[in-house]
């Protein structure tokens, strides 16, 4: 057997959940691990099995690091380089790179189930490639083997162009034969199954997109499935696997360990774990002064912070907006429980009255001049835009 890499998810050009903040410097460093992972461990084939970027229209630097990254992970030639299309990716995107990848750089990039792979019929130092329809056949001179696959990217009914018997027809395409003889057999999709776990930060397949496949659907000869959509690493039955997405894009995925697969020689599927440090973490503080006091245990993480009902005002946020410098990701504060101890009548209450005695009710003390004018200001301003 061939010894192979297994990674997704890497969703380019997104921010982190509910957030402005950019991953795409943090992706960055991640890829570059990806690409050490490879020469280090020596791979022959490398899958990436869709959510490639996060969107239909990624940022260009995004772009220009998916790119880059693939010719690096080809190592000239050497290794094969298989990449998908997922649910977030435009198969349109995939079209136009696709001549100069076949056969150059030893790249695959299919962006659609309806691709023909005939167009990757190649032949390198290294091995030798041949395709058709969603079927490649890898042989390895050197090491006296070869493989076949089916790559297969985010097959949606949309996408398959199959509005009746979605499941028949999807399944017969998993558990279609080969069209070639080899000693290994490969799947690489991006599908959501059954019993598979969530992690959050997933997008839901809507109207026109694929359904939960049951796990039978696929083949029993086939070595090894290497999936796509599932933020989390983790495996179903035998031989299907997710490798999860290489950076926690949500503060429920905070504690989720992130890595690639190896599939080595022998059959066994090692979990490689980054080494890549900057972790994600929500901290708890009663008080301003206490956040601002631990800052410095976390220069490398990304924070969210979290506060119980406070009265601050911009002096603080700032504060805490320099304390944690590039790594914080957002400020949340608990609303107050609030008891009324009798009703209050707002219908001859002024907007000023009004705000008042929602901040009593809010934080138990009387608004500031400069607040209440801010507040008049805004409510002056408001008007005039809706007249």
């Known amino acids: 057997m061939l010894k192979l890499l297994h990674t997704a998810d890497w969703h380019l050009g997104k921010t982190f959940k509910n957030t402005d903040f950019s991953l795409l ?31 239909y229209n990624p940022p260009f630097k995004a772009e220009e ?28 995107k995939f079209d136009v790179p696709r001549p100069l990848a076949a056969g150059f750089h030893a790249m695959v990039i299919c962006g659609s189930p309806q691709d023909d792979l005939t167009l990757f019929s190649f032949k390198t130092n290294h091995f030798e490639l041949k395709g058709e329809r969603n079927f490649l056949h890898a042989s390895f001179p050197s090491k006296n083997t070869s493989i076949s696959l089916l790559v297969l990217p985010y097959p949606s009914e949309a996408r398959l162009k199959v509005s009746t018997n979605y499941e028949e027809h999807l399944k017969n395409i998993l558990q279609a034969i080969p069209p070639y003889r080899a000693d290994d057999y490969i799947i690489v999709s991006h599908l959501f199954v059954q019993g598979g776990q969530k992690s959050g930060s997933e997008r839901d397949f809507t109207i026109g997109g694929a359904q939960l496949i049951p796990s039978h659907f696929f083949p029993k000869h086939a070595s090894y499935v290497a999936l796509g959509h599932l933020h989390r690493y983790q495996r179903l039955g035998k031989n299907i696997f997710y490798s999860g997405s290489i950076f926690p894009f949500d503060i429920q ?28 973490k929500s901290l708890n503080f009663n008080t301003i002064d ?11 993480s990304l924070v969210f912070l979290r506060f119980p009902p406070l009265a601050v005002g911009t002096e603080e946020i700032v504060k805490l907006k320099q304390a944690y410098s590039q790594n914080l990701l957002g ?30 009710a809010q934080y138990n003390q009387t608004p500031n001049e400069t607040m209440v004018e801010l507040f008049l200001k805004f409510v002056e301003e408001l008007k005039n835009e809706t007249h």
């Open 25 to 55: 410097e943090i992706q960055q460093e991640i890829l570059k691990e990806i690409v050490e992972i490879a020469e280090k461990e020596d791979v022959d084939i490398v899958f990436i099995a869709g959510d490639i970027f996060d969107s």
């Open 65 to 92: 690091l998916f790119y880059s990254t693939l010719k690096e992970l080809t190592a000239n030639g050497r290794r094969l380089v298989i990449a998908i299309a997922g649910n977030h990716d435009a198969p349109e």
């Open 253 to 280: 995925e905070a504690n989720q360990k992130k890595g690639v697969l190896i599939r080595r020689p022998d059959g066994k599927v090692e979990f490689y774990p980054f080494a890549y440090q900057k972790s994600v």
């Open 290 to 300: 206490e956040a601002l006091e631990q800052s410095a245990n976390y220069k490398h």
């Open 331 to 360: 400020i949340h504060f608990e609303m107050p429980k609030i008891e009324i101890d009798r009703p209050i009548s707002v219908v001859d209450l002024t907007p000023k009255e009004l705000f008042i005695e929602f901040y009593k």
